[in-house]
């Protein structure tokens, strides 16, 4: 059993993604009442989305970000970024953020560019609900999967850290996202 902790950042689904790691111990915590010495603790850090009705974009949040943001820089643990958390791991290691022409909600598919071990097939089902794309990799982070033009998972090259621009813990029954999520937890942490 992984101790895992999920940085809530003002998402409606911080329990869908603790349902997703129900044999796990799993701590939820407010983006800014984390203390960066209690992340020693967990084998796994995951970055959640948010409403954007209670947030603003990374880039408008930037300062309220700091100890998120410190933690990404700084922590040797795995760290799963979603959707917003994944867009704040990509800006922090200098990626370029912009919004889309029109809001991206539903199901799409995704196709895998690299092997990176928890991908079973090339083409996949998820479920997105963003406004900003990741149109530049900052040049620590490589491409992992895309949807047409838009980059959908990426990696740190040298790190544990990944960054999922859709939202796993959506649409368990008719998309693949948490098939994805599940199995890149696993490589994580095996």
């Known amino acids: ?13 911080s329990e869908y993604i603790k349902d997703l790691l129900q044999d796990n111990e799993v701590d939820v ?3 800014n009442h984390i203390q960066v010495n209690e992340i020693a603790q967990y084998d796994l850090i995951i970055l959640t989305g948010t409403k954007h009705k209670y947030m603003g974009t990374v880039l408008q949040e930037w300062d309220r ?6 933690i990404i820089l700084n922590s040797n643990k795995p760290i799963i970024g979603i959707c917003y958390g994944c867009e704040l791991i990509a800006a922090v290691f200098g990626s370029m953020l ?5 809001k991206i909600t539903g199901d799409y598919e995704i196709k895998f560019e690299l092997d990176v071990g928890f991908a079973l097939d090339s083409k996949y089902k998820v479920y997105g609900n963003h406004s900003l794309f990741i149109s530049e990799l900052g040049s620590e982070l490589e491409s992992v999967a895309r949807s047409g033009d838009s980059l959908e998972i990426f990696r740190h090259k040298s790190r544990p850290i990944y960054g999922l621009q859709f939202h ?23």
Do not use: C, H, W
């Open 168 to 190: 796993p813990e959506k649409e368990a029954l008719t998309t693949d996202g948490d098939e994805i999520f599940l199995r890149l937890v696993k490589n994580l942490t095996a």
């Open 1 to 13: 059993m992984m101790k895992i902790l999920i940085i809530d950042n003002l998402t409606l689904n």
């Open 29 to 31: 915590q407010i983006y």
């Open 65 to 70: 970000l700091k100890i998120e943001r410190e």
């Open 98 to 102: 912009e919004f889309t022409d029109s």
